[in-house]
């Protein structure tokens, strides 16, 4: 998690030009309902999604303050090499929740001195081999055979994700 910075940066600007276009499209295809229609589809989404972020973002900033920064990055760090990029495919693959949860324990990981190479196979792990969604969904809906040759085609993913993206900061250090 990035610390304290300014509120009004380049990304916030970014999300503001894309909504007062979106505003205008719906204005010309529309007019003012379809404006207030989609404008209230958005404040259900807040009001449905709001607190569970600010709750995720909350116990990311404790995971943050409790993680040993040394340990991660003993564990997770520059030096780590294949043995972190492992862990932090399998740390993906067992992290038991959705992006809410995901992305801050991974920008936790970087601001604690992680690697990129173990976080990017945190997050590819995270989005290929969770366990929870395996279970709770793949399997069930798909059907185990083809949710577990799925899972075992893309074992190897978050590992070569990793490797490559460890392969290409050392290459950016050095330029």
């Keep these: 998690m990035a610390g304290p910075g300014r509120v009004l940066d380049g990304q916030l600007l970014g ?6 276009a979106l505003a205008a499209l719906a204005w010309w295809r529309g007019g003012s309902e379809l404006v207030g229609s989609g404008l ?3 404040l ?3 009001w449905r999604f709001g607190l569970l972020i600010v709750v995720s973002f909350l116990a990311a900033g404790l995971a943050d303050a409790l993680l040993p920064h040394e340990w991660i990055r003993a564990t997770l760090g520059r ?8 862990l932090g495919t399998l740390a993906g693959a067992v992290t038991p929740a959705g992006p809410f949860v995901s992305m801050p324990l991974a920008a936790v990981l970087i601001r604690s001195g992680a690697a ?13 081999l969770a366990l929870h969604r395996l279970v709770a969904w793949e399997a069930p809906i798909l059907g185990w055979r083809f ?11 978050p590992v070569l994700a990793g490797l ?3 392969a290409l900061a050392r290459a950016f250090v050095r330029s």
């Excluded at 999300?15 to 007062?20: I, T």
């Excluded at 030096?79 to 492992?86: D, K, W």
């Excluded at 190479?117 to 997050?123: D, E, L, N």
């Design 164 to 166: 490559a993206a460890s």
């Design 79 to 86: 030096e780590a090499g294949l043995r972190g990029v492992l």
């Design 147 to 157: 949710a577990v040759l799925r899972w075992g085609v893309c074992l190897v993913l």
């Design 116 to 128: 990129v190479g173990p976080v990017v196979a945190f997050v590819t792990g995270w989005s290929l």
């Design 40 to 42: 209230s589809g958005g």
């Design 15 to 20: 999300v503001l030009a894309l909504l007062a």
């Design 44 to 46: 259900a989404l807040l």
